[in-house]
């Protein structure tokens, strides 16, 4: 059974930044794509960035995130970080990790499985 823990959310003001770490346990996930979405209040999940396993070391990142966000992982740990910098409002949003384990799109969240529970990011104007 694979357990996700998403952490580091809060309350920041635009401009700002936050980190947020997603510690996984029951299997070490080296072998996997890894992801973070977010959903909004009355949205839809979206998603927000994806890395490859450490030996293709790639990221994907959605269109309105990029150059702002980082995602990172570390083996070792069996985490996954997504830094978050220059937060804007529309940003605001319970961010979640999944692990990617199935065929289709890394932007398609129906693609993972074994989800954390979620942290809150709010970024106020």
């Known amino acids: 059974q694979v357990r996700l823990v998403e952490s580091g959310g809060g309350l920041m003001q635009a401009g700002g930044s936050l980190r947020l770490s997603c510690a996984a346990s029951?299997?070490?996930?080296?072998?996997?794509?890894m992801g973070w979405f977010r959903q909004a209040p009355g949205k839809e999940r979206e998603f927000v960035a994806a890395i490859s396993p450490s030996a293709d070391d790639k990221t994907y990142y959605e269109d309105s995130v990029k150059g702002r966000f980082i995602i990172s992982r570390d083996d070792a740990k069996n985490t996954i970080d997504l830094q978050m910098n220059d937060l804007k409002p529309e940003d605001t949003a319970v961010y979640y990790c999944?692990?990617?384990?199935?065929?289709?799109?890394?932007?398609?969240?129906?693609?993972?499985?074994?989800w954390g529970q979620g942290t809150q990011v709010t970024v106020s104007a």
């Open positions: 999944a692990v990617h384990t199935r065929s289709g799109a890394l932007q398609t969240q129906q693609s993972y499985d074994w």
């Open positions: 029951g299997r070490t996930l080296t072998a996997y794509f």
